[in-house]
């Protein structure tokens, strides 16, 4: 109990800190947003009288101290209220409640995939020596070097514009609206497979290598060796010994990947023009649309903390090790 009270208050404050930083870097960029925001309406029509206080309030960089200001920062962010995005002509937060549900599905699934199927095929690449299964380390391993949108524009080329089997762009298709049917959710899945396929290959030999290491420097262990004398079948040596303690390092950088899930893929969105969380915080810079950007990546820093706070609970039940240390 004392151990998850520390990862609690530990995680707490590391959130303050996110908060923080998150408050302060807007305000440190030249120029005013409020201003900026300001000539841009100037460009196309004649703002009203008392745009410009209209405008510095909803961006919270009004007259006042920077203490006030931080304090209805901390208020409005506890209530999930993020301000209003001029970029996109919504709140905040109904920007990234719309944007999330794709990145979840495109991203997380194709986390999840190659996580689940690197370390797999690394373990059985450590475990059984194959050489067809060694083969693919230095495939992977290749393509994981390869800069991200190389690969999209590859599978773009061939799939999409030679063999015309899949969609070029876009979430779905522009003419169906967002419904729970069969014929939006076959769109939508078309269009997932080349941004998925693409996350996929480049993240594959990133686990494979590092799983198959882990095996092969886990299989001196005494205790392996040890399991192996007693005559405990070999599956279970694989799984219960080598492969459940070769995991770990893995894990922890699983968390770390889910919980950027949430920030997208910026590439794969932007190639493909997968309309994302990615996608937003993009037009966000392009645009200096402050409350998008902070809005975005509040919601970052939250996923990624959390997943690192479940990894650090659930840790002691992973490796016995850990909770004797704790």
């Not at 960089?61 to 931080?70: C, E, M, P, R």
């Amino acid at each position: 109990m004392k151990y998850f009270a520390r990862k609690c208050g530990f995680y707490l404050v590391a959130l303050w800190g996110a908060l923080t930083v998150n408050f302060f870097i807007p305000r440190l960029l030249p120029g005013n947003p409020a201003q900026i925001m300001l000539g841009k309406m100037e460009m196309t029509s004649t703002p009203p009288p008392g745009e410009y206080k209209i405008l510095e309030h909803l961006m919270g960089v009004g007259q006042g101290s920077i203490v006030s200001h931080y304090w209805a920062y901390l208020v409005q962010v506890s209530h999930l209220d993020f301000g209003f995005s001029f970029s996109q002509g919504e709140t905040v937060t109904h920007v990234i409640y719309q944007a999330l549900p794709w990145t979840l599905a495109l991203v997380g699934t194709a986390t999840v995939l190659s996580f689940i199927i690197g370390t797999t095929l690394g373990a059985l690449a450590g475990w059984t020596r194959n050489r067809w299964l060694e083969a693919l380390v230095p495939v992977t391993t290749f393509l994981t070097a390869m800069p991200y949108f190389f690969v999209a524009l590859i599978l773009v080329y061939y799939f999409g514009f030679i063999m015309h089997w899949l969609p070029l762009s876009g979430d779905s298709d522009p003419l169906l609206l967002p419904a729970w049917n069969w014929t939006f959710f076959s769109s939508a899945l078309q269009h997932a497979i080349l941004p998925a396929a693409t996350l996929i290959l480049v993240q594959l030999g990133g686990w494979m290598m590092s799983m198959r290491n882990m095996t092969l420097t886990t299989l001196s262990e005494d205790y392996v060796w040890a399991a192996e004398a007693k005559g405990i079948k070999s599956r279970r040596v694989m799984i219960g010994y080598a492969a459940r303690n070769a995991i770990l390092p893995s894990v922890t950088n699983f968390a770390i990947s889910i919980g950027m899930v949430v920030g997208g893929s910026i590439l794969m969105e932007l190639v493909f023009s997968y309309q994302g969380i990615g996608y937003y915080l993009i037009q966000a810079v392009e645009n200096d649309d402050y409350s998008l950007v902070q809005g975005i990546f509040f919601f970052i820093s939250v996923a990624v903390l959390l997943a690192n706070f479940i990894v650090d609970v659930m840790y002691g039940f992973i490796d016995p090790r850990t909770r004797q240390t704790q």
